[in-house]
């Protein structure tokens, strides 16, 4: 069978890793090494050797696994792997056949529904792919159903296939489960030493390992990134947790979404605009946000972020841009520093534009706190991935002074949420006190 493929070095090591002993296997490291391509062409394997097999790859969400691995990764990795096998997917129920009727099943944690759907199955093998966005408890929900016996002939010697459980990520902060049973060999629950601990094997791939195969320019993209954004997406390694951060990237990775909904009730452009001008100045913060119903509770989603440095003028048209590219409903802008200047300088480029000016109150809690408590139940999602305002959020820590894009994104979720002033106690039971104060839908 010809092949296109032709493993690295790095590759062939964790190739070993994955047909070795081990029952739980991660492979942890930067963007775009190669580690889901990897799973897949060993799932593929396990699909093909054992008649009748049942696999799983799950993703927290499924429209992520739809368009990461069924329509890029596992077509890719069949045509360049095993170009003669044959195989079709059932769009319906969402699985692959190969083989000997083998079936690679392909299903999202997001939605109770499917999930018990995937879940009335036993399988040989479970692949969690992007582990950031998976919590314990559904990891050990998905643990239950690694139970299918199937049989494998081997050198002419028939054999039950051993059970395996494969996980990938770009390392979140090392709070998260996986740090804990991987990397620590602790019980994440309990902090007790594992049992079994060589059971749990991982090893780290990355970007460089993997540089054959992207663009020339792309390690010398990720290396533009902020550092802490270089840990995790360029260099593979698990960040270190800020004390006291307001957000985390374990919450804004579980709620993210690949496209924003069609139908938004209202979008906002909001200003954080840099307290002095000149070759010093800061960024202005500009951040597109919107809002919508779902299940009956109100949701926002941070849409873009067009934060530049520059003067007045020109981030004023920036905002200006960035209004007319969303069909936003309001311009908002924190006017502590600018006053009426903002104003002025807005509707200079566009009369018709419609504005709010926003001031940051004194004596009440920090204006950021309810907005993190959003993020923490689920309400707010970002469209893709924001580097530069997801970095100052996860490093922010009340007391300091708030970064620029971080204080945009919180302008325009106030304004959309209509977040009331709250105290302490109230943001800590925002579900309940918070939720029954404003039109929280």
Same mark, same amino acid.
């Not at 849409?303 to 969303?326: N, T």
């Not at 204080?407 to 029954?436: C, I, K, N, R, Y």
């Given at each position: 069978?010809?092949?296109?493929?032709?493993?690295?070095?790095?590759?062939?090591?964790?190739?070993?890793?994955?047909?070795?002993?081990?029952?739980?296997?991660?492979?942890?490291?930067?963007?775009?090494?190669?580690?889901?391509?990897?799973?897949?062409?060993?799932?593929?394997?396990?699909?093909?050797?054992?008649?009748?097999?049942?696999?799983?790859?799950?993703?927290?969400?499924?429209?992520?696994?739809?368009?990461?691995?069924?329509?890029?990764?596992?077509?890719?990795?069949?045509?360049?792997?095993?170009?003669?096998?044959?195989?079709?997917?059932?769009?319906? =129920?969402?699985?692959?056949?190969?083989?000997?009727?083998?079936?690679?099943?392909?299903?999202?944690?997001?939605?109770?529904?499917?999930?018990?759907?995937?879940?009335?199955?036993?399988?040989?093998?479970?692949?969690?792919?992007?582990?950031?966005?998976?919590?314990?408890?559904?990891?050990?929900?998905?643990?239950?159903?690694?139970?299918?016996?199937?049989?494998?002939?081997?050198?002419?010697?028939?054999?039950?296939?051993?059970?395996?459980?494969?996980?990938?990520?770009?390392?979140?902060?090392?709070?998260?489960?996986?740090?804990?049973?991987?990397?620590?060999?602790?019980?994440?629950?309990?902090?007790?030493?594992?049992?079994?601990?060589?059971?749990?094997?991982?090893?780290?791939?990355?970007?460089?390992?993997?540089?054959?195969?992207?663009?020339?320019?792309?390690?010398?993209?990720?290396?533009?990134?902020?550092?802490?954004?270089?840990?995790?997406?360029?260099?593979?390694?698990?960040?270190?947790?800020? #004390?006291?951060?307001?957000?985390?990237?374990?919450?804004?990775?579980?709620?993210?979404?690949?496209?924003?909904?069609? =139908?938004?009730?209202?979008?906002?452009?909001?200003?954080?605009?840099?307290?002095?001008?000149?070759?010093?100045?800061?960024?202005?913060?500009?951040?597109?946000?919107?809002?919508?119903?779902?299940?009956?509770?109100?949701?926002?989603?941070?849409?873009?972020?067009?934060?530049?440095?520059?003067?007045? #003028?020109?981030?004023?048209?920036?905002?200006?841009?960035?209004?007319?590219?969303?069909?936003?409903?309001?311009?908002?802008?924190?006017?502590?520093?600018?006053?009426?200047?903002?104003?002025?300088?807005?509707?200079?480029? =566009?009369?018709?534009?419609?504005?709010?000016?926003?001031?940051?109150?004194?004596?009440?809690?920090?204006?950021?706190?309810?907005?993190?408590?959003?993020?923490?139940?689920?309400?707010?999602?970002?469209?893709?991935?924001?580097?530069?305002?997801?970095?100052?959020?996860?490093?922010?820590?009340?007391?300091?002074?708030?970064?620029?894009?971080?204080?945009?994104?919180?302008?325009?979720?106030? #304004?959309?949420?209509?977040?009331?002033?709250?105290?302490?106690? #109230?943001?800590?039971?925002?579900?309940?006190?918070?939720?029954?104060?404003?039109?929280?839908?």
């Amino acid at each position: 069978m010809p092949t296109s493929f032709s493993p690295n070095l790095k590759q062939q090591q964790a190739t070993a890793l994955l047909s070795s002993s081990a029952q739980h296997i991660l492979l942890y490291g930067g963007s775009r090494s190669g580690k889901t391509f990897l799973f897949m062409r060993a799932i593929a394997i396990r699909a093909m050797l054992a008649p009748n097999s049942r696999h799983a790859a799950l993703r927290y969400r499924f429209n992520h696994i739809k368009a990461s691995i069924i329509k890029d990764t596992f077509p890719k990795m069949m045509r360049l792997c095993f170009p003669d096998v044959k195989y079709k997917i059932d769009h319906s =129920d969402w699985y692959a056949e190969l083989g000997d009727q083998s079936q690679i099943w392909f299903g999202g944690l997001d939605e109770k529904e499917r999930t018990e759907k995937i879940l009335g199955q036993e399988y040989a093998t479970i692949f969690l792919n992007e582990i950031s966005q998976i919590d314990f408890e559904a990891r050990n929900l998905a643990l239950t159903r690694l139970a299918q016996n199937c049989s494998v002939e081997l050198d002419g010697i028939k054999t039950t296939m051993r059970l395996k459980m494969y996980y990938d990520c770009n390392p979140p902060p090392k709070s998260h489960w996986s740090y804990k049973l991987f990397i620590k060999k602790v019980d994440p629950t309990t902090n007790l030493k594992l049992k079994n601990p060589e059971l749990y094997a991982s090893l780290q791939v990355n970007p460089a390992d993997n540089v054959e195969n992207l663009p020339p320019t792309y390690l010398a993209t990720l290396a533009e990134l902020p550092r802490r954004m270089q840990d995790r997406f360029l260099r593979g390694e698990y960040v270190e947790v800020v #004390d006291g951060a307001l957000w985390s990237t374990e919450v804004i990775d579980k709620h993210r979404v690949d496209e924003a909904p069609t =139908d938004l009730m209202r979008v906002v452009v909001a200003i954080d605009p840099p307290a002095t001008s000149g070759e010093e100045a800061a960024e202005c913060g500009i951040i597109v946000a919107g809002t919508k119903m779902v299940d009956g509770k109100k949701h926002g989603y941070v849409l873009a972020d067009y934060s530049m440095k520059g003067k007045p #003028d020109q981030w004023a048209k920036q905002a200006i841009q960035a209004y007319r590219d969303h069909s936003a409903d309001r311009i908002v802008a924190e006017v502590n520093n600018g006053g009426e200047m903002i104003e002025a300088l807005l509707q200079h480029v =566009d009369p018709t534009v419609s504005y709010k000016a926003v001031r940051a109150s004194r004596g009440k809690i920090t204006r950021a706190e309810p907005i993190s408590a959003l993020y923490d139940n689920g309400l707010v999602h970002h469209v893709g991935q924001f580097v530069d305002l997801e970095d100052q959020q996860c490093t922010y820590v009340p007391g300091q002074t708030s970064p620029d894009r971080m204080d945009a994104g919180v302008w325009a979720l106030t #304004d959309l949420f209509d977040v009331p002033s709250v105290s302490m106690d #109230d943001a800590m039971v925002f579900g309940e006190s918070v939720m029954a104060k404003g039109p929280w839908g």
